[in-house]
């Protein structure tokens, strides 16, 4: 490319971007929904996870993938008051919600932890619960 690099960036890793801001998420989307995938066998519609809905062009009468509104990602970490995200979670949120972490091309988002939609993971009920409880004491 020929720009030169600063030299407080050489050797900085991925790893060392942290979250500051206070109720945020650090999200590495995926490129595609990995739970939006089906195909067609014999009439019989099968979920195989990541299928990107496709409609037909009036102006050109090609074939064009929709842009996905709803995007799907990781938490990579956490702001200091996220009260119900952790890292690992895989997330559902709006793409009007995120704003472009521009670091290292790593292709993060940042979205606050009220505009996430939905969670993927494990012991969401037993985390709610404890969320819920110490809210009470």
Not at 9 to 14: C, E, F, T, V, W
Not at 44 to 52: R, S
């Amino acid at each position: 490319c020929g720009a030169m690099t600063p030299e407080f960036i050489k050797g900085l890793s991925p790893r060392e971007l942290g979250m500051l801001g206070d109720s945020y998420a650090l999200i590495k989307p995926f490129d595609e929904n990995p739970f939006q995938k089906v195909k067609v066998e014999n009439g019989i519609i099968i979920d195989t996870g990541g299928f990107t809905p496709q409609y037909k062009s009036e102006e050109d009468g090609q074939i064009h993938e929709l842009e996905q509104f709803i995007r799907v990602g990781t938490v990579i970490e956490t702001g200091f008051k996220c009260e119900f995200l952790k890292e690992g979670d895989v997330v559902f949120f709006t793409k009007a919600s995120e704003a472009t972490v521009p670091f290292f091309k790593q292709g993060f988002v940042v979205v606050n932890e009220s505009r996430i939609m939905a969670i993927v993971n494990e012991k969401l009920t037993e985390r709610k619960n404890q969320i819920k409880s110490n809210g009470n004491k």
